[in-house]
């Protein structure tokens, strides 16, 4: 049985220069949760952030996440934070092949940095932020189906082994 790909990983990890290009070379859907909500809420990421606070878009997110694990399997790129919200992995993995693409995180912060419209690395030190992101969230993310380092690696290289790990054991 086809199940979604869903990536998880630090903002700056690829989920979704990575889940671009996984689609597309499955032929499948491609739904990246933060553009979802930055288009039905008519505004950046981090204003709703900012406005409505974090509990509010975790939610917001938790929904996206199960209205995409509701539709045909895709490929589904949720915000970095959203693995490490209660029960998120639980819920979606008898839909879901989840695959967390591991980055160290001064490699996340470098990528990350230049868009600005992160709202967990807002601030002087991005690099520092992710540590304590990475601590954060690492336990959850450790509960994946799947791990992909990312480091010293094209997103196209991360992408065959993505794709490669949905052929094998997704039903793609």
Known sequence: MKRHIVLIGLPGSGKTTVGRI?????????VDVDSVLNRKEG?????????????????????E??????????????GGGW?????????????????????RPETAAARAAP??????????????QMRVLIKEREPFYVKADAKVETDKKTAEQVAAEVVRLAQTSAGW
């Open 22 to 30: 996984v689609a597309e070379q499955l032929h499948a859907g491609f």
């Open 43 to 63: 505004k950046p990421i981090a204003m709703i952030f900012a406005e409505k606070g974090e509990p509010a878009f975790r939610e917001m997110e938790r929904k």
């Open 65 to 78: 996440v199960e209205a995409a694990l509701a539709n045909p399997p895709a490929v589904l790129a949720p």
């Open 83 to 103: 693995a490490a919200q209660p029960g998120a992995l639980e819920g979606a993995k008898p839909a879901a092949y989840i695959i967390y693409l591991k980055t």
């Open 115 to 128: 868009s600005g419209t992160r709202p967990m690395l807002m601030g002087d030190d991005p690099e520092a």
